[in-house]
């Protein structure tokens, strides 16, 4: 696969986190879903959470959203765009917490499987996680609606998949909650 193969559009939005979390979680709701999901309680990214993700992002003053739109640039299916999906979403993961770093926030990155071990994830075993450093909940695990998210905040409709093939576009969303300055992407 290269950049040819398809297309990646990047938006940003900042808002108070009092605002977001007021308009966009419902854990109770949201935790419903997760719980259908095969990963639930596999993953240390995924629910369900050993701390309070409401109460804490209440420590932020803001936050910024981040949009990801990639157009594969042929029908194909997920598994023939499985490794550029990927590569998108750990570039954009190192930039949010290099972002995360700089500025002492808290980074929400990705749902879906962690890309950061070849083998099973410890957790279903009870082990602790192999890289703490790079892991963190998706804002989907931590209570927010993402679907609303995209439509209401960057204007998008989320597209769906049928028959394992891609849809004619993916909209993923990340974030940071942080205080002090604005935070440029
Ligand atoms: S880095 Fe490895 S141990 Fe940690 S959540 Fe990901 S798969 Fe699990």
Redesign the pocket.
Known sequence: MTAKDYTAEYQTATLPSADYVASFCDPVRISGYCRECPSFGK???CPPLSFDARARSACYERVLLVGTKITPCRPMTFDDGEGFVAAERLAIERRLLALESMCGGWALLFSGK?L??AEA???AAGGT????E??RPSLEACGFDIEKTVREIFGVTLRWSKDNMMPEYLFMVSGLFFNGDDVVW
């Open positions: 993953m240390w990214a962690c950061h071990c994830c410890s957790r996680c192999r890289h703490p790079m892991v």
